[in-house]
């Protein structure tokens, strides 16, 4: 048995306790205890506090067994010195039975601070949704006289918080992960002594989210609704910003110009409810987020920071594909001319454009430049590196919606090395893991044989890669006939878009 550590000899403690039933660490261990010649006794698995497990402990044991750890460790600690608890779980029970038996222990609850994590876990990125990445470290102070915290108000409503806390978080990030949203939640309760009230009433508030907000499946992340009054006790500044962004962003899609006047007697009736702000407090987030081109009107700013992107992803379709001409050979149909349908079908259907940088600089076809059918820049919020930017930016084109969540990639291969457009793919999947099956190679019919004895040698083909089952192809005159077939249309939209373009694709063969 090792030697008991001295009362008040240690100057800080940081631990990284089991997250409840999340990992069994002695029972994944036994391989590994048995080869170094350890044994792991059954007193050792009763002292491990867990939940679940070989002896299938109890959610009261292992918390009964938490408490048990604190109370050694105030034991140990010197007075005015630090503890810090890293902790991760959605079920409020768990931050409760800490914060409880650190206070009832004699410990005064500092702060919070947020501990991201690089790399998430296999489980979080198959479940984006309810799984947690990343920790809380909670912080507290050995000291002789520990103030509580606060107890909650009478009449507080759990729910109404937990909905309060998450639209502030997704309004000041420009969207937020589950995790962030808990990042938020956690010491607010704490320092309004509100965890063993959610404890009592709620163990996962991923439901109350899903009512309130949208979640989305390609970059995990949960927004505003559309057409949602958001809350007064959002700041000022803050709520100014969502809906300066929303109106702009509407004057967009219809294609009108917004006067300063304009703004203000739109953005206005939302703030009334709350603090009024002057003229110029409302011109200060709008020089921060838009400009004017002709010193008259105002546009936002695109491919920055300040873009918020809170609708369905679906904008009213008001655009129209003009009538085209297309040689009959489809050998013979060029690579701008099929952007150029795509750009536009993809427009009609109310969707953003992005068309790839070279081609915005020196194309064109029927009349219009490529630069003004796409958006001058990746409209990708997430943060990547310069040459990761540097090859998605390449692609000959994207459908993004308005959520900046990529819907289809497209490259036009009548030419160019067919591994450089699965090169690019490659990046952009990365981002968005949902596009598989949505990016797209369109080739000339005389180039199917030499696309499938390509992608057979491919190192992308088989293991680690297996882009056989993400990449899928289509022939240029194909396009065509989609093309022509929807500009006969009256009212375009996506779902019309959406429903014809499967009809397109087809998987690989690589099996001769």
Known sequence: MTEAIASESIDYIYTDPPYGQHIAYLDLSTMWNT????????????????????????????????????EQMFKVLKFDRWLSIVFAHKDPAYWDAIVKS?????????????????????????????????????????VRNPKTIAISKVGTDIVQLIKEVAEL??????????????NSLIPKLLENGLLGQLKKQIDDITPILKQEFIFSDLDNLWRIRPNTKIG????????????????LQLMEREGKKATFDQIILNVMPNLINGKTPANQTILNVLEAIAFSPDSKHWQLRKGGSTQIELDLGIF?????????????????IEHDAIIYALAKIGLAAGLQVHIGKKEQGTSSWNGEAFSNLSLSKLPIQKSIKDWEKDKIQQIDLIWFDSLNDAVFAFEVETSTPITTGIDRFMELLNIFPNLAQKIVLIIPPKRLNKMNRLLKESHYIGHPLYMENKLVY???????????????????????????????????????
């Open 35 to 70: 080869w170094l010649g350890f044994e792991v006794s059954d007193i050792a698995k009763q002292y491990e506090a867990i939940e679940g497990g070989d002896l299938g402990k109890s959610k009261q044991e292992y918390i009964d067994l938490l408490s048990s750890s604190i």
């Open 102 to 142: 650190a206070q009832e222990t004699g410990f005064e609850y500092v702060n919070t601070a947020v501990q991201f994590s690089a790399t998430p876990s296999l489980h979080k990125k198959k479940n984006p949704l309810t799984v947690l990445s990343g920790e809380l470290v909670l912080n507290f102070r050995k």
């Open 169 to 182: 978080t997704i309004v000041k990030n420009t969207g937020a992960t589950t995790e962030d949203i808990y």
């Open 232 to 247: 007064c006790f959002i700041p000022l500044e803050d709520r100014i910003r969502f809906y300066l962004i929303d109106y």
């Open 316 to 332: 009213e379709a008001n655009k129209l594909l003009p009538s085209l001409t297309f040689p009959k050979d489809a050998n013979k």
């Open 474 to 512: 289509s022939f240029s005159d194909r396009i065509v006939q989609i093309y022509q077939t929807l500009s006969i249309e009256t009212n375009l939209d996506l779902q019309k878009v959406l429903q014809k373009i499967p009809s397109l694709l087809i998987n690989p063969n690589i099996s001769e």
